[in-house]
């Protein structure tokens, strides 16, 4: 089965520096993928999806990629600010379900 | 767009206890329902899910169970907690928006003591 690989050590970087979160996936590639933003004793919510026909999408400071060779993902926060710090989960549809990975906790320091 | 309201926020329960967790939705009809379970630095485990009154399906065996009897209520239920069913237990359902996303509830802190 699928299975989804974040990166479990927290990531700390720099107001006003751009954060890079990974999401690697080991089976086939899914038709799209999902990125949400969970806060502390929070339900987590929905950011982007990313087709596999996409290379890029972006929202405001939010910039996804999605490379299907790589059977990867990369989510980039732009102009990061410690309003930020939370942790991201990326997701993926597996047998009709949505499966998550563990999250990377980003932290921003001011 | 769709609300979920889960209660309670918080709950502190003795092994061997009984458990009934609510999840009700907002804003959609027929919805897909879900139960995930988030343990402590952990991932989202999907635990049941239904798709429509009265369809459970079951996704890890263990000593919980769900129903839905209601068009947008699904519950989840034990009727002896164990240690091991300490967590936080989160209820979603698809976006109406069409985007595939997840809608979340707040969720439930369960402790087993």
């Known amino acids: 089965s699928q299975k989804i690989e974040q990166n479990s050590e927290a990531l700390n970087i720099q107001e006003g520096k751009t954060a890079t979160l990974t999401c690697n996936y080991t089976?086939?590639?899914?038709?799209?993928l999902q990125w949400y933003r969970q806060d502390p004793g929070r339900g987590p919510v929905f950011l982007l999806l990313?087709?596999?026909?996409?290379k890029e999408k972006r929202k405001e400071r939010l910039k996804v990629t999605f490379d299907t060779t790589l059977k990867q993902s990369l989510f980039h926060i732009t102009a990061s600010q410690p309003a930020d710090s939370a942790t991201y989960l990326c997701a993926l549809y597996q047998g009709g379900k949505l499966i998550f990975g563990q999250g990377t906790e980003l932290s921003v320091k001011p | 767009s769709q609300t979920i309201h889960q209660w309670p926020a918080t709950l502190v329960q003795p092994v061997g206890s009984p458990l009934s967790l609510e999840c009700t939705v907002e804003g959609t009809s027929n919805p897909n329902l879900y139960w995930y379970r988030q343990a402590a630095g952990r991932g989202l485990q999907l635990l049941f899910y239904?798709?429509?009154?009265?369809?459970i399906s079951s996704e890890v065996p263990q000593n919980l169970s769900a129903s839905r009897p209601q068009d947008r209520q699904f519950i989840l239920s034990s009727k002896k907690l164990l240690l091991s069913d300490s967590g936080f237990y989160l209820c979603a359902c698809i976006r109406s928006q069409g985007d595939y996303g997840y809608t979340f509830g707040s969720g439930t802190r369960l402790t087993v003591v």
């Open positions: 089976n086939y590639s899914p038709a799209y």
């Open positions: 239904s798709v429509g009154i009265g369809q």
């Open positions: 990313i087709r596999e026909n996409e």
